[in-house]
């Protein structure tokens, strides 16, 4: 291990698109990025994932064959990004896989990612760490989100006062504040409704820049009564997943007249109004406001989200030097990073946590 400071992150997240893929050498003063790669998910992969998110016969049998599964798919992953870094895989440290959530329930002291740790440094012949949320749910915590201490380290600035929003399927933002304590939390839907709404209608995986929502209108008392959840109202800390927010709880209050297109500009409504609020109500005293995650390529979302907070710098991580799509596989090789090195990885004023852990599972190579 002496020597060897490159690593591997492994991203799946919530709008369950794919893997990203990235290697990070952590040798220098800076972090620095040495290439990514991206392996998609069919349409069946996808489904297969989504009927995990519930209960129901067989789902244990289901879940372990599709952790397998998944792992192969890491491996795949693992495999494109050295080919195309040149990069032997004797020189990783090791890889940092978050796994696939299909359940995330802190209140019942548990949250799931699929992925056998086990197998994927089988087939890769790297380190793995994994089960980064756990250790936090332990002690007490929420488990989630976990990204804003990688936030923190990368993005903070000491004389501008930051908040990044991650708009994945389900959105979380981290305030970054000049001095004092970073905190963070789940602020609602992301992109998870938008995305089950338009399959279900036009059969498309994810509504394109927004164009379809742009050519409806919100319904003001939906939009209402879906505000009117209790999550939206809770303090931080707080998460929450696909088993708060599915297509389910959306349908239950409409009456069948609605527009499609409607509902999807009431769903674009919705994760604006819930990200706006929070950063209004969480942290005063922003400037700037940086995206990443799927959302952030929502042309329609960013400028819903200019005109609810008028006089804040909105733009994507880009401009902080680190690709939007790519910030939480970024996150999860710098918290495999930090497990090695036996550092904390979570931010108890985040996750609620009686204290810093560390977090994952290691399996040594």
Known sequence: MAGKKRFIGLMSGTSLDGIDAVLMDFSGRSIRVMGDAFIPYDDRLRSQLLALHHPHTGELHDAAILGNQLARMYAQAVDELLRKTNIARQEISAIGCHGQTIRHRPDAGYTIQLGNGALLAELTGVTVVCD????DIAAGGEGAPLVPAFHAA???HPSVHRVVVNI???ANLSDLPRSGDVSGFDTGPGNALMDAWIQRHLGKPFDKDG????TGRPDEKLLNTLLAHDFF???PPKSTGRETFHLPWVEQYLTGRERPEDVQATLLALTATCIARSVLSYCAGATEVYLCGGGAHSGALIAVLKAMLPGLLIARTDELGI?????E???FAWLAHQALQRRPGNLPAVTGARGPRILGAIYPN
């Open 233 to 235: 109202s809770r303090k």
């Open 323 to 327: 690709g939007a799509d790519w910030v």
């Open 329 to 331: 596989a970024y996150a």
């Open 132 to 135: 980064f949320r756990g250790r």
């Open 168 to 170: 994945g399927g389900i």
């Open 211 to 214: 164009a379809w929502a742009k």
């Open 154 to 156: 990368v993005f903070s």
